[in-house]
Nanobody, 126 residues
């Protein structure tokens, strides 16, 4: 079982940047595809970005494409989400999770992920 811990959230003004980190326990992290999701108050959890086990494939929600970048460092068992040009509508709790299937397949569906972290709050002020 993988345990995930997110960090790096905070309060930032619109147009600013934050980098989120998701640290994973376990020796098999490098074999997992990983995803970032977010959930705003009163809204359903939504997909943000995903990355394949070796970083070769990435997949983004249209709402963040061109502003957010997902990356990973398998030597550090960590996946990152660099968020630039932040908007108030990016305010949410951000979660990372492990995709059930590895390889080049990446999905936006939350039911295809497991081992969710506790989340980190991102607040963007206008």
């Amino acid at each position: 079982q993988v345990q995930l811990v997110e960090s790096g959230g905070g309060l930032v003004q619109a147009g600013g940047s934050l980098r989120l980190s998701c640290a994973a326990s376990g020796r098999t992290f490098s074999s997992y595809n990983m995803g970032w999701f977010r959930q705003a108050p009163g809204k359903a959890r939504e997909f943000v970005a995903a990355i394949s086990w070796n970083g070769g494939n990435t997949y983004y929600a249209d709402s963040v494409k061109g502003r957010f970048t997902i990356s990973r460092d398998n030597a550090k068992n960590t996946v990152y989400l660099q968020m630039n040009s932040l908007k108030p509508e990016d305010t949410a709790v951000y979660y990372c999770a492990v995709q059930y299937y590895s390889g080049s397949y990446l999905t936006r569906h939350s039911n295809e992920y497991h081992s969710w972290g506790q989340g980190t709050q991102v607040t963007v002020s206008s």
